[in-house]
C-alpha cells in the first residue's frame, strides 16, 4: 500500500509570497493518481487539483500541481489571506486510496 | 450540478451499530466511483471505502474491513455505509464524496458531513 508523506506540516509565509508543498509517495504512482484539497475548518474538503496537474472547476490559476512517480507538489504561487488552510494529497490506486497527513498554511 | 447530502450519524455505544446515508441530488450515482471520508477530531482525513460506479466492486480500509459495508440503493441516488462493532476510533465526521471523472484522482463533490460519536 502506498503511503504518502505530506512536508513540511506548517507553512507560514506572508501574502504575495510563493508556497511550495511537498507530497511524497512510498510507491511510484500512476501518472493522474494524484489529487490535492483544501480545507478551511468546519468545512468540508474542497478539490483543487486532480489528476496531478489539472485545476478544479473554479480554482484561481496560482494553483498548479506537478510531480511524477514519487514527488509531487502543490505550488501557490502569490498567497492570498484566503488560502489559509489545511492542504491534503490523496491518491487513487486498485483498490485502496489514501490521503497524506496534511500541511497547514498559515498567512502572517 | 450533483449535491451529496449526508445523513444517520449520532451518538452510539461501543460495539454498537449504524447506518450512513450519503443522497444524491442533481444526478445519480451511476456514472461515478463513491467514497466515504472521514475525519476524526482534530485530525487529518482518512480514506475508509469506496465503491466503484459499477455498483458492485467495493473497496474498504484496513481500519473498517470486516466491520463496514458499503452499497448503493437500486434507485442508484443513495449510498450507504453500514457499520457494526463500532468503536470509540470511529468517532469522526464522515464525509461522501463522488469523483470528478473515471480515470485521474480527484473527488469533486463533497457533502457537508455527518458525525458519529462512539462513546459509552
Known amino acids: 500500500e502506498t503511503v504518502l508523506t505530506q512536508s513540511p506540516g506548517t507553512l507560514s509565509l506572508s501574502p504575495g509570497e510563493r508556497a511550495t508543498l511537498s507530497c511524497r509517495a512510498s510507491g511510484s504512482l500512476r501518472s493522474g493518481l494524484l489529487a490535492w484539497y483544501q480545507q478551511k475548518p468546519g468545512q468540508a474538503p474542497r478539490l483543487l487539483i486532480y489528476g496531478t496537474s489539472s485545476r478544479a472547476t473554479g480554482i484561481p490559476d496560482r494553483f498548479s500541481g506537478s510531480g511524477s512517480g514519487t514527488e509531487f507538489t502543490l505550488t501557490i504561487s502569490r498567497l492570498e489571506p484566503e488560502d489559509s488552510a489545511v492542504y491534503y494529497c490523496?491518491?487513487?490506486?486498485?483498490?485502496?486510496?489514501?490521503f497524506g497527513q496534511g500541511t497547514k498554511v498559515e498567512i502572517k | 450540478e450533483v449535491q451529496l447530502l449526508e445523513s444517520g450519524g449520532t451518538v452510539v455505544q461501543p460495539g454498537g451499530s449504524l447506518r450512513l446515508s450519503c443522497a444524491a441530488s442533481?444526478?445519480?450515482?451511476?456514472?461515478?466511483?463513491t467514497t466515504w471520508v472521514r475525519q476524526s477530531p482534530g485530525k487529518g482525513l482518512e480514506w475508509v471505502s469506496t465503491i466503484k460506479a459499477d455498483g458492485t466492486t467495493t473497496y474498504y480500509s484496513d481500519s473498517v474491513k470486516g466491520r463496514c459495508t458499503i452499497s448503493r440503493d437500486r434507485s442508484q441516488t443513495t449510498i450507504f455505509l453500514q457499520m457494526i462493532s463500532l468503536r470509540v476510533d470511529d468517532t469522526a465526521t464522515y464525509y461522501c464524496?463522488?469523483?470528478?471523472?473515471?480515470?485521474?484522482?480527484?473527488?469533486?463533490?463533497w457533502g457537508q458531513g455527518t458525525t458519529v460519536t462512539v462513546s459509552s
Open positions: 490523496h491518491r487513487d490506486g486498485v483498490s485502496t486510496r489514501a
Open positions: 464524496a463522488k469523483d470528478f471523472n473515471a480515470i485521474d484522482a480527484g473527488m469533486d463533490v
Open positions: 442533481g444526478s445519480t450515482f451511476s456514472r461515478f466511483d
